[in-house]
């Protein structure tokens, strides 16, 4: 990555506009899904994501440290917040779907909805692999988190619109264009961290 100068004002300006397109393209994704599902079936969608923020919550607490390691210019900052952040992700990815059939059991939510669950367990890699990629844009290139944002927001409703309104694939279609639109987003980040990810792995900075 080409080192440049964090240009505060105008990256808090991107990230403050995507913060506002996000509030407008969450009530249409919402909207989407609540009309295409039954009350019983929005129940499940909902309580699927708070299942999975218990499989998030270690997500940024590397992140946190490898914002200020790359912000000071640690070498290998970048590439081992991310490996180890990925490594993370797998193991709680792993626990998740061992888990699945007692977490449904324990809510009474029918088994039909299994492969929703299984669905979902994706998405617990990609949040991981996002705070990991996020804690080094922030010190380099902030304003790139507002434009990784907008993309996530605009795929997340043209290509729910596709699989949930115009294919009918219900749940599945609608976690489903959640994980695509992260896919994309986090292309996006790949690209522009393409070189900090081909630094050394520095496992003593864990400590």
């Known amino acids: 990555m080409v080192k440049e100068k964090v240009r505060l004002r105008y990256a808090g300006l991107i990230m403050f506009m995507s913060r506002l397109f996000s509030a407008a393209t969450g009530v249409i994704f919402t909207i ?36 200020r390691f790359t912000a000071r210019e640690y070498e290998g900052s970048a590439k081992t917040g991310f490996i180890t952040n990925v490594l993370m992700s797998t193991v ?31 998405q617990i890699l990609e949040l991981y692999t996002l705070s990991a990629l996020e804690a080094v844009l922030y010190a380099k290139q902030p304003h790139m988190i507002g434009y990784g944002s907008l993309i996530f927001e605009i795929c997340k409703v043209a290509i729910g ?38 630094g050394v792995i520095r496992w003593t900075y864990l400590k």
């Open 161 to 198: 619109f596709a699989f949930i309104i115009q294919l009918k694939l219900g749940l599945v279609g609608a976690i489903s264009s959640i994980i695509i639109s992260y896919t994309l987003q986090l292309a996006f980040y790949f690209k522009l961290l393409a070189n900090e990810l081909k």
């Open 32 to 67: 989407m899904v609540t009309r295409s599902t039954s009350t019983g079936e929005f129940g499940v969608w909902s309580n699927l994501f708070d299942v999975l923020t218990y499989f998030t919550l270690m997500a940024t607490i590397i992140p946190f440290w490898t914002t």
């Open 92 to 122: 709680f990815a792993f626990f998740f779907i061992a888990l699945i059939p007692t977490i449904m059991s324990a809510l009474n939510i029918p088994s039909n909805y299994t492969i929703l669950y299984t669905i979902a367990s994706i």
